[in-house]
């Protein structure tokens, strides 16, 4: 999966696959380069108006690639989260 071109229908399919395949005991390791998309402008290269998939990816379980990755103040730590 390109973070650049995400299939077709990533938002509104693919992510609710995950997000219940990660709630049922799966696991999930993500990584992307959201700053150089937000730098660089998208996929177009003039603007970044379509969302970064990562951030897509990441909104349900609360984290992001882009600006103000993660739901928390500045000050507080994220801790890792122990499986269930």
């Given amino acids: 999966l390109s973070d650049w071109a995400p299939p077709d229908q990533f938002a509104t399919w693919h992510v609710s696959l995950i997000e219940d395949f990660?709630?049922?005991g799966g696991g999930l390791?993500?990584?992307g380069l959201g700053w150089s998309?937000?730098?660089q402008g998208?996929?177009?290269?003039t603007a970044a108006t379509i969302p970064y998939a990562?951030?897509?990816?990441?909104?349900?379980f609360g984290f992001a690639f882009t600006?103000?990755?993660f739901?928390?103040?500045?000050?507080?730590?994220?801790?890792l989260q122990a499986g269930q």
């Fill in 37 to 39: 998309y937000a730098q």
């Fill in 71 to 79: 739901e928390s103040p500045g000050n507080t730590p994220i801790t």
């Fill in 42 to 45: 998208g996929p177009d290269g």
């Fill in 67 to 69: 600006r103000d990755a």
């Fill in 54 to 60: 990562g951030d897509l990816l990441g909104q349900p």
């Fill in 29 to 31: 390791l993500v990584g």
């Fill in 22 to 24: 990660v709630r049922d």
